[in-house]
């Protein structure tokens, strides 16, 4: 099991930038595969940028060039580096781990990861 703690949530005005970071622990081993997902009110939980145990990322086509994705492994913390915010970015931003993945292509589907964190809001005023 991997504990996943997500900060960093707040609002901005359009065009800022957060970051927000997730904190693992316990067994972190677990979390080999992590992603960043969204979800607005009335809508579906959303893929928004994942990375693999070798680096490699995946964004969404709505975020690509203004989020951006990183670890720090001797932190086992992941963040997402959020720049030129728009009011339909706002929803709450969950962390989420796998320890499998049965193809890359998976990276951004929700239900491709079993742990989970709290999220954290994230609203952007126009």
């Known amino acids: 099991q991997v504990q996943l703690v997500e900060s960093g949530g707040g609002s901005v005005q359009t065009g800022g930038s957060l970051r927000l970071s997730c904190a693992a622990s316990?067994?972190?081993?677990?979390?080999?595969?992590m992603g960043w997902f969204r979800q607005a009110p009335g809508k579906e939980r959303e893929g928004v940028a994942a990375?693999?145990?070798?680096?490699?990322?995946s964004y969404a086509d709505s975020v690509k060039d203004r989020f951006a994705i990183s670890q720090d492994n001797a932190k086992n913390t992941l963040y997402l580096q959020m720049n030129s915010l728009k009011p339909e970015d706002t929803a709450i931003y969950y962390c989420?781990?796998?320890?499998?993945?049965?193809?890359?292509?998976?990276?951004?589907?929700?239900?491709?990861?079993?742990?989970w964190g709290q999220g954290t809001q994230v609203t952007v005023s126009s």
């Open positions: 990375i693999d145990p070798n680096g490699r990322t």
């Open positions: 989420a781990a796998a320890t499998i993945m049965p193809s890359p292509s998976l990276m951004l589907w929700h239900r491709s990861y079993p742990y």
């Open positions: 316990g067994n972190t081993y677990s979390s080999r595969y």
